[in-house]
């Protein structure tokens, strides 16, 4: 029951982040495809993505959460794959690449919740999503991070127009 929660959190999580691109069907265990980010050019290196998005080109993000590993357990993440387009960053070049993204989404018993998430890039090519989800009243419900590598866990693309 608690996975079964995990996971669905994890897809109101992804869903609300942006481009749901695959999830897993809890019945056969294989991967369906929900909707395609489109085909774009891999930015598989720190330098690579700092320099797409100081140049302000469209760059996307996918986080294949079974790659990567949970901060405080190092358990590999649920069983979902999602990602979002890059609108606003912040960097330190020779620190780290920060982005973020909120939405309101419900939780399984249909009660409203605000998702914020965390991004974070270093030249060590790690990057590390730290998702905290607050109630209606602001109460904290859950923190969650989850730490992936550049092109494992988590990969970049460049769209073209």
């Given at each position: 029951?608690?996975?079964?929660?995990?996971?669905?959190?994890?897809?109101?999580?992804?869903?609300?982040?942006?481009?749901?691109?695959?999830?897993?069907?809890?019945?056969?265990?294989?991967?369906?495809?929900?909707?395609?980010?489109?085909?774009?050019?891999?930015?598989?290196?720190?330098?690579?993505?700092?320099?797409?998005?100081?140049?302000?080109?469209?760059?996307?993000?996918?986080?294949?959460?079974?790659?990567?590993?949970?901060?405080?357990?190092?358990?590999?993440g649920p069983a979902v794959t999602g990602g979002l387009r890059i609108n606003a960053f912040l960097s330190s070049p020779n620190?780290?690449?920060?982005?973020?993204?909120?939405?309101?989404?419900?939780?399984?018993?249909?009660?409203?919740?605000?998702?914020?998430?965390?991004?974070?890039?270093?030249?060590?090519?790690?990057?590390?999503?730290?998702?905290?989800?607050?109630?209606?009243?602001?109460?904290?419900?859950?923190s969650t991070s989850y730490r992936c590598l550049m092109g494992s866990g988590a990969s970049f693309t460049r769209h073209r127009?």
């Open positions: 029951m608690f996975r079964k929660k995990l996971i669905l959190s994890a897809m109101s999580l992804i869903t609300g982040a942006g481009l749901v691109v695959l999830t897993q069907d809890s019945a056969s265990g294989s991967e369906v495809a929900t909707s395609s980010p489109g085909h774009g050019e891999a930015l598989p290196t720190y330098p690579q993505l700092l320099t797409a998005l100081s140049r302000g080109e469209d760059v996307a993000v996918t986080v294949s959460f079974p790659q990567c590993s949970a901060a405080d357990t190092g358990a590999p620190d780290y690449i920060a982005f973020s993204d909120v939405h309101e989404t419900l939780d399984p018993q249909n009660h409203p919740v605000t998702e914020y998430i965390r991004y974070k890039v270093t030249p060590d090519e790690v990057v590390s999503v730290s998702t905290t989800t607050l109630a209606a009243d602001s109460r904290l419900l859950r127009g």
